[in-house]
T-cell receptor, first 113, second 114 residues
Framework: KQEVTQIPAALSVPEGENLVLNCSFT??????LQWFRQDPGKGLTSLLL?????REQTSGRLNASLDKSSGRSTLYIAASQPGDSATYLC????????????FGGGTRVLVKP | DAGVIQSPRHEVTEMGQEVTLRCKPI?????LFWYRQTMMRGLELLIY????????DSGMPEDRFSAKMPNASFSTLKIQPSEPRDSAVYFC????????????FGQGTRLTVV
């Protein structure tokens, strides 16, 4: 059974510092890995999707890497801003299982002005 | 496209009442997922459909929960009878089977059973 872990559960940084969020998964036979952002009381917003054949994806200040063999992904957010404060969730899918997502517990980020 | 649309956004009901949550997936998507989010258990998959057919309902917690997808543009999740422990945020998501299969989520329905 796939298990996804995100450490730390919470993170507080001063504005301008780079953020590094970690995600690990137990079964390396994934199809995709997706990073989401969730603001309090809101839905999930897709940030980046990395296909299993890729090693990284970039969008603006966000960069996500994937190392399937070690079961790890890292989300980097450069030059953090107070608006980056949110919970970040990673999720993996397995094609054979209909692409359903298994989620980590999330990392709650606070960027202090 | 307006994205995945869920209704209602908030629902407060008394224990024992029937609750129906609704979802309109993104047009053209062939997968639809129902998730539940709680503080204790995080995000859990309840059931998912492919081309309107239920594929895996192993996450449905009890027989009190049922889900239908009568057509490609509409799905419901019903709880009957509801209990206080069903209080959670219920999310619907949809995706298209392709190389990327990116999942898109609705805003969720916050259910409170008193």
């Amino acid at each position: 059974k796939q298990e996804v872990t995100q450490i730390p559960a919470a993170l507080s940084v001063p504005e301008g510092e780079n953020l590094v969020l970690n995600c690990s998964f137990t079964d390396s036979a994934i199809y995709n890995l997706q990073w989401f952002r969730q603001d309090p009381g809101k839905g999930l917003t897709s940030l980046l999707l990395i296909q299993s054949s890729q090693r990284e994806q970039t969008s603006g200040r966000l960069n996500a890497s994937l190392d399937k063999s070690s079961g790890r992904s890292t989300l980097y957010i450069a030059a953090s801003q107070p608006g980056d404060s949110a919970t970040y969730l990673c999720a993996v899918s397995v094609k054979a299982a209909g692409n359903k997502l298994t989620f980590g517990g999330g990392t709650r980020v606070l960027v202090k002005p | 496209d307006a994205g995945v649309i869920q209704s209602p956004r908030h629902e407060v009901t008394e224990m024992g009442q029937e609750v129906t949550l609704r979802c309109k997936p993104i047009s053209g998507h062939d997968y639809l997922f129902w998730y539940r989010q709680t503080m204790m258990r995080g995000l859990e998959l309840l059931i998912y459909f492919n081309n309107n057919v239920p594929i895996d309902d192993s996450g449905m917690p009890e027989d009190r929960f049922s889900a239908k997808m009568p057509n490609a543009s509409f799905s419901t999740l019903k709880i009957q009878p509801s209990e206080p422990r069903d209080s959670a945020v219920y999310f619907c998501a949809s995706s298209f089977q392709g190389k990327r299969t990116e999942a898109f989520f609705g805003q969720g329905t916050r259910l409170t059973v008193v």
